[in-house]
DNA sequence: TGCAATAATGTAACTGGTTACAGTAACCGG
DNA sequence: CCGGTTACTGTAACCAGTTACATTATTGCA
C-alpha cells in the first residue's frame, strides 16, 4: 500500500521534545520516573502535535489489546440493554474497549470473531461458545467469564448468572396455589439454554409438588424473542385439536409481548381466561397490558459483577466460582392477582 | 515481560508447512495465487496448530483495523437493540469487529476512546461527538457515518435519521383535531439533540396551525430515559401551582413508560384525563396500559443502512449526503383513539 | 568520604504480521 | 525456438510501539 499513515509517530514527538521514544513511551504509560521539564514539555508537543499512541502498535509490543470481548448468540431482546450498561460501565471505568459479537453455535467452520488474537479476555453469554471452545480457550488461560451460564463441570470458569430454579418454582406455584391453575403451559427458551433449563426444572418440580402431571404437549419452544413467542403461541392456538390451557409461563418477558399479542388476537382475556407470567423484570413489564406478574433479576448487576470479575483475573486474581443472584417474585395483575 | 506469547505464530505455520511466511500471508488473505497442494497443506497446519493470525500485527502492517466503532452518549434505551441489531449484522457479514463506546461531551478532558487509532471508521449516534471533534477527524479523512445527526453545515458526512418534524407535526395534530386537547405537554430530549429539536418543531407548528399559543411552561426537559421521565412529569404533578394539562407528547416511547408510570400514581386516567403519545414504537409499545398511539420509526434499518454506508465509504465511494428515513403514525388507544 | 541505591535517560532488539521487490519455472503465440 | 506473460514463491524491510539492558548523575547513609 503506497497510502503513508498521516498519523503521528512516537519518533516524531521524541525528536521534536529532543527526548528518547524510550522516555515518551515511558511518559505515556507512567510505568517510570520522568524528570518534570521533560514531562511537562512532552506534554506541550503532544498536544501540539495531536498525538494519539497506535492502538496496534502498543497491542503488538505489549501483548495487551486493552480490549475486553462481550460474546453472544443473539442481540434481539430487550434484556440486553441492562446487561450492556452494567458491562460498559465497568470497562469504561477501566478505560478499555468493548467489543460485541454475535456468533451462531452452528457457524462452527469458522472461528470466534473474538478471543485471545484480539482481547484481553471476554464475557461469553450463555451459549455465544461451544463447550470445546471454552475449553481450548481455558487451557490457553484465556482469561473469561461466562453469563448466565455455568461451567462445564472440567473447567474452573468464573460464571455470574441468577437464581432460575427456586424463583421459577414459586412463580408457577403461584398460579397453581392462589389462582387454581391446572392446565400451565411452558414456553421454552432456547434448547439447551441454561436459563430455560432451570426454568424448566422449576416448573415440573412445582407441578409436580401440586400434583400435577407433567403434560409434554403444553410445552412450546421458544428462543426468548417475542416474534418467535407470538409466531408458536398462535400456531399452537388456532391449531385442530385444540388443548386448553389456562397459564404461561413464559419463561422471560420478552417472549411475553409475543404472548400477550397472540392471545390478545385470539380473544383470550388475560388474566381472565389465561394468566400470564414472565421472567426478568424489563423496564416496560410494569406498564403492559395487563401489568406482568414476573420474576426480577439484577440484570445491571450481573453485567457489571462479571466484567469486575473478569478485571479481576487480569489481575491474577482467584477465580470466584459461580456468583448467583438472587432474583424475586413481583406479583403484578397479568397472573390474577389485582395490584 | 517475560510471559512468552503463547499462540501460535505465522513463522511456525510457515516452517511446519514448509513454505515462507509471505506465502502464509499470502494465503490467510488470498491476495495471491497459490498452488493448490500448498494450500491444502497450510490448511491442515493451521487447522491442526489451531492458527489465528494476531490481530494487532495484521493491524500494524496492513494499517487496518477491520474494526468499526459507535459512539453514543449512552445506552439506556431499549430504542439501541433495534439500533445494534441492525449494526451488528452488517459489520458482521463484512467480518468486521464492532467497538461500542459511550462518551459524555461533558468529558472533554479525555479524547474519544474510539477513533482513528483503533478503528477504520465510526459510526457516531447523535451527541456522540461535538462539532470540533467531528471536524478535526473529518479533515483527516476518517470515516464517519452519523446516526440521528445531521452534520454542521460546514461538514460533509454522510448521515441516516428519521423524519421528525412533519410526523411530529401530524400527532400532535391529531391530539388537537380528532380528540380536542388544547393543553399539550411536551416531554422533550436532551436539549440541542437533534430529534429532540424537531420533535419540538414539529409540535409548535402544530400548535400554530391551530391558533394554540405555544405555552412554555407546558415544556418538559427529559433525556429520552424513562426513569428522568417519571421524576420530571411526577414533580410537575405534584407542584405547588397547578398548570393544567390534557396530553403529553413524551419524545420518545421510552420515556413514555415513565410518564404512564407518574400518571398512573397520581391517579390520572389515560387517555381519559390525558392523552398520551411517543415515538419510536418500540417492540412493547403496543403492549402498554393503553396501546401506545406513537411514531414508528425504522430504527434497525437506520442500523443498517449506516453501517452500509460505512462501508462504502471504505470504498472509496462518494458519500451520500442526508438519509432521511420515512416515520408514520401508529394510532392506538393512549390518545383517545380505541383501536 | 565512599559506596550503594535511585533517578533519569538512551540504544536497539523485539512483537507478528504485510508487501515491495526479486527470482525461477512453466506456458504461449508467432 | 524465443521473448513475453503468468503462476508461484522467497527475502527482508517495514509498521509503531515496548522494554531489557546499559549508562550517567544524583542522593542517602554509615
Redesign the pocket.
Known amino acids: 500500500?503506497?497510502i503513508?499513515?498521516n498519523?503521528?509517530?512516537?519518533?516524531e514527538?521524541?525528536q521534536k521534545a529532543?527526548?528518547?521514544?524510550?522516555?515518551?513511551?515511558?511518559y505515556?504509560?507512567h510505568?517510570?520516573?520522568?524528570?518534570?521539564?521533560?514531562?511537562e514539555r512532552l506534554k506541550l508537543v503532544m498536544t501540539e502535535l495531536r498525538?494519539?499512541?497506535?492502538a496496534?502498535?502498543?497491542q503488538?509490543?505489549?501483548?495487551?489489546t486493552r480490549v475486553v470481548g462481550l460474546l453472544l448468540n443473539t442481540l434481539h431482546n430487550d434484556f440486553f440493554v441492562p446487561l450492556l450498561n452494567g458491562i460498559e460501565a465497568v470497562v469504561r471505568k477501566h478505560e478499555y474497549n468493548l467489543v460485541i459479537a454475535t456468533y451462531l453455535l452452528g457457524s462452527r467452520d469458522m472461528p470466534p470473531p473474538i478471543g485471545p488474537?484480539n482481547t484481553d479476555g471476554m464475557l461469553v453469554f450463555s451459549d455465544g461458545l461451544s463447550d470445546d471452545d471454552l475449553a481450548a480457550l481455558n487451557d490457553r488461560k484465556f482469561p473469561m467469564v461466562l453469563v448466565h451460564r455455568t461451567p462445564p463441570d472440567s473447567l474452573k470458569i468464573p460464571s455470574v448468572t441468577v437464581e432460575n430454579k427456586k424463583i421459577s418454582f414459586e412463580i408457577v406455584n403461584h398460579l397453581i396455589k392462589i389462582h387454581g391453575r391446572k392446565h400451565i403451559m411452558l414456553l421454552r427458551g432456547p434448547i439447551h439454554q441454561e436459563d430455560s433449563y432451570w426454568r424448566e426444572t422449576g416448573y415440573r418440580s412445582a407441578l409436580e409438588a401440586n400434583g400435577i402431571p407433567f403434560d409434554e404437549r403444553l410445552v412450546l419452544n421458544g428462543d426468548f424473542e417475542r416474534n418467535t413467542a407470538y409466531k408458536v403461541l398462535n400456531e399452537f392456538i388456532t391449531a385442530e385439536k385444540q388443548i386448553p390451557f389456562d397459564a404461561i409461563f413464559t419463561g422471560d418477558d420478552d417472549a411475553a409481548i409475543g404472548v400477550l399479542k397472540a392471545l390478545r388476537e385470539n380473544g383470550c382475556r388475560v388474566p381472565e381466561d389465561v394468566s400470564v407470567v414472565g421472567f426478568d423484570d424489563l423496564g416496560f413489564s410494569a406498564f403492559l397490558t395487563p401489568p406482568l406478574t414476573t420474576v426480577s433479576a439484577p440484570t445491571e448487576a450481573v453485567g457489571r459483577i462479571a466484567a469486575e470479575q473478569l478485571f479481576s483475573l487480569f489481575d491474577k486474581q482467584s477465580p470466584e466460582g459461580v456468583t448467583l443472584l438472587p432474583t424475586e417474585l413481583v406479583i403484578r395483575r397479568s397472573c390474577g392477582c389485582n395490584k
Open positions: 500500500m503506497t503513508k499513515s498519523s503521528v509517530t512516537i519518533r514527538v521524541a529532543g527526548v528518547s521514544v524510550a522516555t515518551v513511551s515511558r505515556i504509560n510505568n517510570a520516573p520522568i524528570s518534570k521539564d521533560v514531562a498525538y494519539v499512541p497506535h496496534a502498535a502498543r503488538l509490543a505489549s501483548q495487551k488474537h
